[in-house]
């Protein structure tokens, strides 16, 4: 089926008499007839459900429809974006070992690999996803075991050359983590270019109308684990909490799933509740119209925006005059995202003014929902960040983060007119 069509359907399939929407199983349990039948569940010699933090029919089939619409083989939910990244890597690094991460990755993430994972054991060396690919080479060590990028960068915008960021993991045999929540596979499928684990903030566009925070992780199913055995021993060494089992080998093109199911989710415990992820799955029906209409949307305002003498600089990959213009063709023909950034001429107190006059779209920390919203990342998201770091980010003080809406555009671009007036008084 094509991506619209799984938008819809993916994941769920009734059998005779069952109820056509997705059911919310909002039960933490699981009944069996003998503990005989429980136990061998617990040792993963048959696959069922028996505790819910492990698995839920309702957030299986969801995460099934996600792995349909990235084309990966398994995907699994977590609870957050912020969850869905850590498990990613952890699943396969641990203490002394070693990630080379894009610098221009969102702040949560930058702060997670920065210094939580840090105090973990865990080194992340940053680089701009702009730098040569001899530059890349270098960040490597022996102990590198991931590469990480996002997309599209939230919120700078920078659009990832995949080809060299899959290459560079790749010559280095490890797996490339990307994470594609502003881009959503109805832009980009990032398994298409090479990339071998997919990453999600199911909180922005999936969801789509800010009711839920969540995340995914999908998977490939490509990485060759067994080829690089001694790079990757949690994967292919026996797990001493199963019995000796090695996911590797039990498990094969699902090995990274079902890892990072049965010992992270079961230990670390970051489970998204079945109710909200039946709201992502309401979400992700109309993902592929929705998507469409923030891109038409947001490509309007660019261009408004950059013909309006009040606006400094304006930055969106679907203008032909920004610099991710060639790379968001090569990888996202279709369009891009609907969030855009710019600077209003008079810095960071023009900046204000304008947000504080905008009616229509709403201040608020989040991005990539239905309703237009605005945000000073320099004050808010990123306000941890120094200024060194606020450069390598992306990050201008003056820099506003646009999210265009689904509302019609006409109405979105006279609010921007009336507040860009406002700003420029004295
Ligand atoms: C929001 C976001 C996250 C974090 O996700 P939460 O759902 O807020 O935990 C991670 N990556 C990107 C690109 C995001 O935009």
Same mark, same amino acid.
């Given at each position: 089926m094509r991506i619209e069509t799984n938008c819809v359907q993916a994941g769920y399939t009734p059998q005779n008499g069952e109820p056509r929407v997705l059911p919310i199983v909002q039960s933490t349990t699981y009944k069996y007839e003998s503990s005989e039948q429980m136990g061998r569940l617990f040792d993963l010699e048959e696959s069922g459900y028996f505790y819910t933090r492990l698995q839920n029919p309702t957030n299986d089939a969801v995460a099934a429809k996600i792995a349909a619409l990235e084309g990966g083989v398994a995907a699994m939910l977590t609870s957050s974006g912020q969850a869905a990244n850590f498990y990613a890597v952890f699943n396969i690094c641990q203490a002394g070992d070693h990630v080379v991460s894009a610098s221009t990755i969102y702040g949560g993430t930058f702060n997670l690999f920065g210094v939580t994972m840090k105090k973990m054991g865990i080194d992340v060396t940053f680089v701009h996803p702009d730098v040569s690919a001899e530059e890349l080479n270098a960040a490597f060590r022996p102990n590198t075991k991931c590469v990480f990028a996002e997309t599209i960068s939230n919120p700078s915008l920078v659009v990832l050359d995949f080809d060299k960021f899959v290459k560079a993991a790749h010559d280095h045999g490890v797996p490339m983590i990307v994470d594609n929540t502003f881009a959503t596979p109805i832009n980009c499928r990032p398994f298409e270019f090479g990339v071998d684990i997919v990453t999600h903030s !199911? !909180?922005?566009?999936?969801? #789509?109308?800010? !009711?839920s925070v969540g995340g995914a992780i999908v998977d490939? #199913? =490509?990485? /060759?684990w067994l080829e690089h055995a001694d790079k990757f021993p949690g994967m292919t060494q026996p797990d001493d909490s199963y019995h000796g089992l090695s996911y590797a080998q039990s498990f094969g093109a699902g090995a990274y799933i079902t890892k990072a199911t049965v010992q992270l989710m079961r230990d670390l415990g970051s489970i998204p509740s079945p109710h909200n992820a039946f709201l992502l799955n309401l979400g992700l029906e109309t993902l592929a119209l929705r998507v469409q209409r923030h891109c038409e949307n947001a490509q309007a305002v660019a261009e408004m925006l950059e013909k309006d003498? =009040? &606006?400094a600089w304006v930055d969106y990959p #679907? +203008? /032909?005059? #920004?610099?991710?213009y060639a790379l968001a063709q090569k990888y996202m023909p279709n369009g891009t995202c609907g969030v855009i950034s710019f600077g209003v001429k008079g810095g960071r107190e023009a900046a204000t003014k304008f947000m504080d006059h905008l009616k229509l779209a709403a201040i608020v920390t989040h991005v990539a929902d239905a309703r237009t919203c605005v945000l000073h990342p320099a004050s808010t998201t990123h306000r941890q960040l120094n200024d060194k770091q606020l450069k390598e980010a992306g &990050?201008? /003080?003056? +820099?506003i983060r646009f999210s265009v809406g689904i509302e019609n555009v006409q109405d979105i671009i006279e609010d921007i007119q009336q507040a860009l007036a406002e700003s420029q008084k004295a």
């Open positions: !199911t !909180t922005k566009y999936m969801d #789509g109308h800010a !009711t490939s #199913g =490509r990485f /060759p003498s =009040r &606006v #679907g +203008l /032909p005059s #920004g610099r991710y &990050v201008s /003080p003056d +820099l």
